[in-house]
């Protein structure tokens, strides 16, 4: 099961920030906050990532609380290429038993970005 | 270019038959996974392989199964299939370590 949750879906008007949320109250101190996004018919592409500080790429910002049970994924100008499901997901670094879930990806439902003109 | 091809991009087989899928990952990437997704569903895990060993497996049974080849390739294989073996199959790679996966762009199965 995935142990994040996030809102089924969100609009964004284009050229504005979209603040995509996401909580994750049971996260490990080993895990690591991961976003991806899905466009239509085409495989997941990873956004950015992040332990326990923010951090910042060509496409996006990743705010991480403090207490790191909850996380938002800041698209700084949204666009219409914009529009896709965004996931969030909690991955454990090297480790667990078995090592058998470590790099596994558990994606939930995700939120569905519709960004409009 | 996303770096990582699959074939093929659209299959239909029978109940019943046997089926292998294709993924070509970036050099360097020693680190695959394969990942089932159902239509309006998030993808789910099927395996990971890593310097061609399998390292990591979900919730779905033996007919799956997989190899990951010396230059970069891996296959994922499915035993008699079954129509809810109907989904979008994708190939997941990555450098090992703590980095985001590089996707293909998936071959969709259907099974009649």
């Known amino acids: 099961d995935a142990k994040t949750t996030q809102p089924p879906s969100m609009d964004c008007a284009e050229g504005r920030a979209a603040n995509l949320p996401c909580n994750h109250s049971t996260i490990s101190g080993n895990e690591y906050v991961y976003w991806y996004r899905q466009i239509h018919s085409q495989g997941p592409q990873y956004i950015i990532h992040g332990l326990k500080n923010n951090e910042t790429n060509e496409m996006a910002s990743l705010i991480i609380t403090e207490d790191r049970k909850s996380s938002t994924l800041i698209l700084p100008h949204a666009t219409l290429r914009d529009t896709a499901v965004y996931y969030c997901i909690v991955r454990a670094s090297r480790g667990g038993a078995g090592g058998t879930s470590y790099g596994k990806l558990t994606f939930g439902q995700g939120t569905i970005l519709t960004v409009h003109p | 270019e996303t770096g990582v091809t699959q074939s093929p991009t659209h299959l239909i087989k029978t109940r019943g038959q046997q089926v292998t899928l294709r993924c070509s990952s970036q050099?360097?990437?020693?680190?695959v996974s394969w990942y089932q997704q159902a239509l309006g569903q998030g993808p789910q895990f099927i395996f990971q392989y890593y310097r061609e060993e399998e390292n990591g497996r979900g919730n779905f049974p033996p007919r799956f199964s997989g190899l990951q080849f010396p230059n970069y390739s891996s296959e994922l294989n499915v035993n008699a299939l079954e129509l809810d073996d109907s989904a979008l199959y994708l190939c997941?790679?990555?450098?090992?370590?703590?980095?985001?996966?590089?996707f293909g762009s998936g071959t969709r199965l259907t099974v009649v």
């Open positions: 997941a790679s990555r450098i090992q370590g703590n980095y985001g996966y590089t």
């Open positions: 050099s360097g990437h020693n680190t």
